[in-house]
C-alpha cells in the first residue's frame, strides 16, 4: 500500500506541476480551464486507489489531499490562508474525503442483482 500511495502522490505531484505551468496571475489559462484540467488529468489519478485508501492511515490521506488543495488555490488564485472549505466550495470541487466516504460506504451489488430469470 505504501509503495503505491507513494507512486498515485508522485503522479499527481508532477501533473500538478505542470499545472502550475499553466495558470499565472497575469496570464494563463483562465479558472474554468484550470478545473477542467485538474479533474480531467490530476483528479482521475488521485482517484485511482480511492477505496483503499477508506482503510489508510489519516496521514496518508492527508498527504494525497494536499494535491486537490494545491489545485484549489490555483484554480482560485487564492492564498494558503483560504480555508479549504471555502475554496472547495468556489470552485465545486468534492472532498478527497467525501468522495472516500460515498465510495466505501456504497453497498456492492450482490449476486441476486445479477439473476437470469428465464
Not at 496518508?60 to 494535491?67: A, G, H, I, L
Not at 470541487?93 to 453497498?107: M, Y
Not at 456492492?108 to 439473476?115: E, G, L, M, N
Amino acid at each position: 500500500m505504501e509503495a503505491s500511495d507513494q507512486e498515485g502522490r508522485s503522479q499527481s505531484q508532477g501533473a500538478t506541476c505542470n499545472y502550475e505551468e499553466v495558470a499565472g496571475t497575469n496570464w494563463g489559462a483562465d479558472d474554468r480551464i484550470l478545473k477542467k484540467l485538474y479533474t480531467g488529468r490530476v483528479r482521475p489519478v488521485l482517484e485511482y486507489g480511492m477505496t483503499a485508501w477508506g482503510t489508510a492511515a489519516k496521514s496518508n490521506f492527508e498527504k494525497v489531499s494536499k494535491v486537490q488543495n494545491q489545485a484549489a488555490r490555483l484554480i482560485t488564485g487564492a492564498m494558503r490562508s483560504t480555508p479549504i472549505q471555502e475554496l472547495e466550495t468556489i470552485t465545486g470541487l468534492e472532498s478527497l474525503e467525501t468522495d472516500v466516504t460515498q465510495r466505501c460506504s456504497s453497498k456492492p451489488p450482490s449476486s441476486r442483482d445479477f439473476q437470469i430469470t428465464p
